[in-house]
């Protein structure tokens, strides 16, 4: 499962939801725009994948379905290294 990553086409985007209203963590910007601890980490971790990161921030329960339903790849906040 660790190597399941290096199966992506490199340069596609890793989609990544989380909670629009968390801050420090995650929020929107004074520009609408994705903000955050942990939008700057997944930054860097897009960038050691090479992948662009798209972050679909909204409401915490839609943030669950969206990963669920597979609109998302990843939900930003639960995951272990």
Do not use: C
Not at 42 to 57: M, N, S, T, Y
Not at 69 to 78: L, N, P, S, T
């Amino acid at each position: 499962m660790a190597d399941d990553y290096q199966e992506q086409p490199r340069g596609n985007p890793l989609v990544v939801s989380h909670d629009h209203a968390w801050p420090p963590f995650s929020f929107l910007d004074s520009q609408g725009q994705p903000a955050g601890l942990l939008v700057d980490l997944w930054q860097e971790i897009g960038a050691k994948l090479d992948r662009p990161v798209h972050f679909q921030l909204t409401d915490w329960q839609e943030t669950i379905t969206q990963v669920r339903d597979g609109r998302a790849e990843i939900h930003g906040g639960a995951f272990l290294f």
